[in-house]
C-alpha cells in the first residue's frame, strides 16, 4: 500500500513539475529575448544620439553653457577650472552638453511616440 502511494504520489508531482518547469524554461527564453531586444534598441539609440543632430543651432549650446556657468560657476573661470580638473576641454564639454541636450530630444519624441500608439 505504501508502495501504491508513493508512486501515486511521485505521479502527482510530475503533473505538476513538468507543467512549472515548461513555464520556468519558457520565461528564461522570453527574458533572454527582452534582453536582446534591450541590447538592440540601446544600440540603435545610441547610433541615433550619435548621427542626430536635430539641426540644434550653436547658440542654443551657447545659452545653455552661459545659464549653467551663471547658475553654477559665477562666471566662466570657474568652469573652466573645474573641467581641467575633470581632465575636460571646453570644446568637450560643449560636446557633452550637445549630446545631453540631444538625449533630452529624443527621450521626449520616444515618450511622445509611445503616447500616441
Known amino acids: 500500500m ?4 508513493s508512486i501515486e504520489y511521485k505521479q ?3 503533473k505538476w513539475i513538468l507543467p512549472t518547469l515548461v513555464v520556468i524554461l519558457g520565461l528564461g527564453l522570453i527574458a533572454k529575448s527582452l534582453r536582446a531586444q534591450m541590447v538592440n534598441n540601446v544600440s540603435s539609440s545610441l547610433h541615433d544620439l ?3 543632430d536635430y539641426g ?3 547658440s542654443l549650446i551657447d545659452a545653455e553653457t552661459e545659464d549653467t556657468i551663471r547658475q553654477e560657476y559665477v562666471d566662466r573661470l ?5 573641467l581641467q580638473q575633470e ?3 571646453f570644446g568637450e564639454y560643449r560636446k557633452h552638453l550637445r549630446e545631453r541636450i540631444i538625449a533630452g ?4 519624441k520616444n515618450i511622445a511616440s509611445q503616447v500616441t500608439k
Do not use: C, D, I, S
Request: no cysteine; charged share 15%; glycine share 4%.
Open 12 to 14: 502527482m508531482q510530475m
Open 50 to 52: 550619435e548621427t542626430a
Open 56 to 58: 540644434l543651432p550653436e
Open 87 to 89: 581632465g575636460m576641454t
Open 2 to 5: 505504501a508502495l501504491k502511494v
Open 105 to 108: 530630444l529624443m527621450r521626449q
Open 78 to 82: 570657474p568652469l573652466t577650472m573645474t
